[in-house]
């Protein structure tokens, strides 16, 4: 069994690394990080984002940064796919 969270910056409160921590915990951190519990599980990041601009600054943006030090503090996988579909003007899907 493993977990698959499905986290995006615009659906969060805070960029900040520790509100966005506290976020992630209440929301599926506690899967993984109590492993005496019954719903202890791995957890693998499939699928997150940051923003529907077709630039580079959304690899830079804080909470970018944020999100991937959750992973590295953690500990736990995750998977970036960079060359897919993007939404970037809002009005359709533009694959590839």
Known sequence: ???SSHDY???QSSDAYQQ?????????GFIFQQSSQPYFAPVWMGEFG?????????LQSTWWKSITQYA???DFEWAYWAIDGTESTGSGRCYG
């Not at 966005?20 to 599926?28: G, H, Q």
């Not at 940051?50 to 959304?58: A, L, M, P, R, T």
């Open 50 to 58: 940051e923003c529907h601009e077709n630039n580079n600054g959304c």
């Open 72 to 74: 590295e503090t953690y």
């Open 20 to 28: 966005l921590s506290k976020t992630l915990d209440a929301n599926w």
């Open 9 to 11: 910056s615009w659906s």
């Open 1 to 3: 069994l493993v977990y």
